[in-house]
């Protein structure tokens, strides 16, 4: 990750493991996970590439899903606990984290379900709901364990925020404008 961010990075690569064992269904047998995940901030740089079983996943699928859901969970949370929202302001939305996340995740499974032929995604439940809880998890560690870091990222993700609804907002008002001063 270091390679592809170089100089503009807003915090260092954290790295984490774990393993897990599940089941997608009750009637279905059980199966081994294993999932690692580095990530960083960045404000020149965004990409997100998810790995399963040593292939790409274009489209992601259960990481993509646990990713966007830990981030914007772990993110949220930091922000109503430190009172970094303004009053009334709205919740963060995960293009918010997105704009300044490097993160590479990485999972093998002993069984995967993909999406269709191409393997472009999967759809494992167990593998959603795992990799959302060690996503989850980590991060709430993580934040607690690197105060600095967590504030230069969740402010980053605020003027993010703050930047995409102001530009939603121009957005809106340069058509209502159009549309008042066409013939």
């Known amino acids: 990750i270091a390679e592809r961010?170089?100089?503009?990075?807003?915090?260092?690569?954290?790295?984490?493991?774990?393993?897990?064992?599940?089941?997608?269904?009750?009637?279905k047998k059980s199966y081994k996970l294993k999932m690692q995940f580095a990530f960083c901030f960045s404000n020149d740089v965004n990409f997100i590439e998810y790995y399963h079983n040593s292939s790409y996943l274009e489209h992601g699928g259960s990481p993509d899903k646990a990713a966007r859901?830990?981030?914007?969970?772990?993110?949220?949370?930091?922000?109503?606990?430190?009172?970094?929202?303004?009053?009334?302001?709205s919740k963060?939305?995960?293009?918010?984290?997105?704009?300044?996340?490097?993160?590479?995740?990485?999972?093998?499974?002993?069984?995967?379900s993909y999406e269709n032929q191409t393997k472009k995604a999967i759809t494992n439940t167990f593998i959603a709901e795992a990799m959302t809880d060690f996503f989850k998890h980590s991060l709430e560690v993580y934040f607690a364990e690197n105060p600095q870091s967590a504030d230069k990222i969740c402010s980053q993700v605020l003027i993010n925020k703050r930047s995409r609804e102001s530009a939603e907002s121009m957005r809106v008002n340069a058509v209502s404008y159009t549309h008042l001063t066409l013939p």
């Not at 914007?72 to 606990?81: G, M, Q, R």
């Not at 984290?97 to 069984?111: I, K, P, R």
């Open 5 to 27: 961010v170089g100089p503009a990075y807003i915090t260092d690569t954290a790295f984490f493991s774990s393993e897990r064992e599940g089941r997608d269904r009750e009637d």
């Open 92 to 112: 963060i939305s995960f293009s918010d984290v997105e704009d300044s996340l490097v993160l590479v995740t990485n999972s093998f499974s002993t069984q995967a």
């Open 69 to 89: 859901s830990a981030f914007v969970w772990a993110i949220d949370h930091y922000l109503k606990n430190n009172g970094k929202y303004n009053k009334n302001e």
